[in-house]
T-cell receptor, first 113, second 115 residues
Framework: QKEVEQNSGPLSVPEGAIASLNCTYS??????FFWYRQYSGKSPELIMF????GDKEDGRFTAQLNKASQYVSLLIRDSQPSDSATYLC?????????????FGTGTRLTIIP | GAVVSQHPSWVICKSGTSVKIECRSL??????MFWYRQFPKQSLMLMAT?????????EQGVEKDKFLINHASLTLSTLTVTSAHPEDSSFYIC???????????FGAGTRLSVL
């Protein structure tokens, strides 16, 4: 089992709709979860971070965390063409005291005008 | 969010030469910085972790003598690709951890082309 798993997509969503991106992780002890956005040819950009169970909202973005199910998601409301990118789920996983930000393979999102 | 500056953004060099890439945290102190490499349409691959004032920790399969990392201050880490070859051509991205929030911010990346 991969440490952080995402559906690679591509995920196509009409403009104005809600895009839902999902991620599962294997380490029950993980406490810190992140979503990064990466445009083609660019470096990752932090979108959201979440540490506690429940929802965290920031503008059009909502991160949802369920530690019992080892599941974290990102919702993008009112999707815009500029949201088309690869979204990387990342989890800090501790291994023998060393903390490492571990990435999923990313979900490619395309917003259709 | 915090700012990580990476230079140069693009470099072309001849095979056999060395290239140095700088990574600076502009508005926070980064005791830990990370270097990644990404090939087209592939995932980020962690190359090494550098802690200020100590030797870098390299991931399995990454040649430490080829990819020299220096983290001499709390705001600056450098990666030197020594004796570069065409197969080293890639997108190199640095990242710095803001310790207070345990969040990693990324530089803009350096695209290296070795002729």
């Amino acid at each position: 089992q991969k440490e952080v798993e995402q559906n690679s997509g591509p995920l196509s969503v009409p403009e104005g709709a809600i895009a839902s991106l999902n991620c599962t992780y294997s380490d029950r002890g993980s406490q810190s979860f992140f979503w990064y956005r990466q445009y083609s040819g660019k470096s990752p950009e932090l979108i959201m971070f979440i540490y506690s169970n429940g929802d965290k909202e920031d503008g059009r973005f909502t991160a949802q965390l369920n530690k019992a199910s080892q599941y974290v998601s990102l919702l993008i409301r009112d999707s815009q063409p500029s949201d088309s990118a690869t979204y990387l789920c990342a989890v800090i996983i501790s291994n023998f005291g060393n903390e490492k930000l571990t990435f999923g393979t990313g979900t490619r999102l395309t917003i259709i005008p | 969010g915090a700012v990580v500056s990476q230079h140069p953004s693009w470099v072309i060099c001849k095979s056999g030469t060395s290239v140095k890439i700088e990574c600076r945290s502009l508005d926070f102190q980064a005791t830990t910085m990370f270097w990644y490499r990404q090939f087209p349409k592939q995932s980020l691959m962690l190359m090494a972790t550098s802690n200020e004032g100590s030797k870098a920790t390299y991931e399995q399969g990454v040649e430490k003598d080829k990819f020299l990392i220096n983290h001499a201050s709390l705001t600056l880490s450098t990666l030197t690709v020594t004796s570069a070859h065409p197969e080293d051509s890639s997108f190199y991205i640095c990242s710095a951890r803001e310790r207070a929030k345990n969040i990693q911010y990324f530089g803009a990346g350096t695209r290296l082309s070795v002729l």
